[in-house]
């Protein structure tokens, strides 16, 4: 059985690079495959003549690498879930070498998480730390806090990023959880985790399901209301799962929001696809600002 053609390309590379490090001739490479739209491409060409995205400067392009790596079409999730991870090993150890014990349900040092970005009123609207509001979003306090975010995330994160194409989708991402953490720190909550912007995600698709009609629509907004209420009576309920519901609800509000506003397809070629790439670049280097931020903060002394 032939294998799909984005299949073909990954095994062609493979190739190439054992025949490299063999001293072997690679083979003639085949056409190149946008990462946005998915349009065959000439093998030299630097845009996509179907929807004009760049083929090495887009945010779709920066992803595919990673996405690739686990198969899928969605690079922004995909980066989403690297980084999740990289930064839940890095508070991993660093709780570890304070001797704090290995935990599903706990582990992860309060002063690490404070140290790499946990949102905390006094730091934000005292010290004026508002890349908080973004690094929080990449932090947990357990193994089973990451793992059903993760979760989460892999369940309609994906569907999300397919439907309003990959830089609406981080733009969705990032201000979803800096408006849930906006709320939660204003309640003078310390928080971490991704469900703000998870609850966001969840709003978005909560407002495609009131534009359109059906029975498989009305069995989707009904599971998605059936999530909403079900994570904000555990918070209510079960004090000891520290569910963060401020930051829930904003996140939530701000997804439903933004899902009413955007188009519920990928963005035209032209203006609006324009608009989409600037909104996504925006989300990105805010990302990036924040993280560089918190590195320049991590090492100085406790106030």
Excluded at 7 to 30: C, H, S, T, Y
Excluded at 180 to 193: I, P, T
Aim: glycine share 12%; proline share 4%; net charge positive.
């Amino acid at each position: 059985m032939a294998l799909p053609y984005e299949w073909q390309l990954r095994v062609d590379k493979m190739k190439n690079a054992l025949r490299r490090l063999f001293g072997g001739a690679p083979e003639a490479p085949r056409p190149k495959m946008c990462p946005a739209c998915g349009t065959l491409v000439g093998i030299s060409a630097t845009r996509c003549h179907a929807c004009g995205t760049s083929m090495t400067y887009s945010l779709a392009a920066a992803g595919r690498g990673v996405s690739g790596f686990f198969g899928g079409n969605a690079p922004v999730t995909s980066v989403i879930l690297v980084v999740n991870i990289l930064m839940f090993a890095v508070t991993l150890v660093s709780s570890l070498q304070r001797g704090e014990p290995l935990s599903l349900t706990d582990g992860i040092n309060g002063e690490v998480l404070y140290r790499l970005g946990a949102s905390f009123a006094p730091a934000i609207f005292l010290g004026h730390q508002y890349f908080r509001l973004v690094t929080a979003n990449f932090l947990h306090g357990s193994v089973l806090h990451i793992f059903f975010n993760m979760w989460v995330l892999l369940s309609i994160g994906p569907m999300l990023e397919e439907l309003y194409g990959s830089a609406r989708y981080l733009f969705l991402y990032t201000v979803t959880g800096i408006a849930g953490y906006v709320l939660s720190s204003w309640q003078g909550h310390f928080s971490v985790g991704a469900s703000a912007s998870l609850l966001g995600l969840i709003g978005a698709l909560l407002a495609v399901t009131t534009k359109r009609g059906g029975d498989y629509i009305r069995a989707m907004r009904n599971r998605l209301i059936f999530w909403v209420v079900l994570i904000f009576a555990q918070g209510l309920v079960i004090s000891q799962l520290q569910v963060d519901n401020w930051a829930h609800f904003g996140g939530l509000a701000a997804g439903f929001v933004i899902g009413k506003l955007l188009a519920d397809r990928q963005p035209l070629p032209g203006p609006e696809l324009k608009r989409a790439y600037a909104l996504g670049w925006f989300a990105a280097a805010i990302i990036v600002v924040s993280f560089g931020l918190m590195i320049l903060q991590a090492g100085k002394p406790l106030e």
